[in-house]
T-cell receptor, first 115, second 113 residues
Framework: AQKVTQAQTEISVVEKEDVTLDCVYE???????LFWYKQPPSGELVFLIRRNSFDEQNEISGRYSWNFQKSTSSFNFTITASQVVDSAVYFCALKLIQGAQKLVFGQGTRLTINP | DSGVTQTPKHLITATGQRVTLRCSPR?????VYWYQQSLDQGLQFLIQ???????AKGNILERFSAQQFPDLHSELNLSSLELGDSALYFC????????????FGPGTRLLVL
């Protein structure tokens, strides 16, 4: 069975600090997608990234970067020079590409950026 | 504004009742996804439709059903409601079937009393 663990329940940092959100996943399959989603205090969900298990290249999008390491089954998310607007709950998720199509979420990490 | 609309925004009903939640995807998007977020269960994926056909199934209860219509809007039907069904129900859409960039609606907050 698939499992996603976000061990950090809450993180609080001061604005402009860099912060990394950890995501560790478990699956026996070799083909899967990994995702990150953001849920700001306003409550809406925002899709951030989908990563294919075949593509281990790290990705950067502005201040956001993602580090995918198959060897440690991790897909960590780093925010550089954090801003107050980055305050949100962040969810990591895993979905097999073949077979059971269920998407499994981690419990989420609540990130608070203090001014 | 993501371009995905959900109605109603809020819904209050009683146990045992049946409700229908509606989702209109962004123009041109063929996939619709349904999610449930509750305090007890966290965020869960329910079901995905692509161009009218069920594509992926998650933790959707047998009391729940969904469909996607020819105009691509989708409805999630919840029946024999229980207190534990109180949750925020999100709909999302994407262009294709492979879980690429998804755009989320604002959600429907369901309260079962």
């Amino acid at each position: 069975a698939q499992k996603v663990t976000q061990a950090q329940t809450e993180i609080s940092v001061v604005e402009k600090e860099d912060v990394t959100l950890d995501c560790v996943y478990e699956t026996r399959d070799t083909t899967y997608y990994l995702f990150w989603y953001k849920q700001p205090p306003s409550g809406e969900l925002v899709f951030l990234i989908r990563r294919n298990s075949f593509d281990e290249q790290n990705e950067i999008s502005g201040r956001y970067s993602w580090n995918f390491q198959k060897s440690t089954s991790s897909f960590n998310f780093t925010i550089t020079a954090s801003q107050v607007v980055d305050s949100a709950v962040y969810f990591c998720a895993l979905k097999l590409i073949q077979g059971a199509q269920k998407l499994v979420f981690g419990q989420g990490t609540r990130l608070t950026i203090n001014p | 504004d993501s371009g995905v609309t959900q109605t109603p925004k809020h819904l209050i009903t009683a146990t045992g009742q049946r409700v229908t939640l509606r989702c209109s995807p962004r123009s041109g998007d063929l996939s619709v996804y349904w999610y449930q977020q509750s305090l007890d269960q966290g965020l869960q994926f329910l079901i995905q439709y692509y161009n009218g056909e069920e594509r992926a199934k998650g933790n959707i209860l047998e009391r729940f059903s969904a469909q996607q219509f020819p105009d691509l809007h989708s409805e999630l039907n919840l029946s024999s409601l229980e207190l534990g069904d109180s949750a925020l129900y999100f709909c999302a859409s994407s262009v294709g079937a492979e879980w690429e960039t998804q755009y989320f609606g604002p959600g429907t907050r369901l309260l079962v009393l």
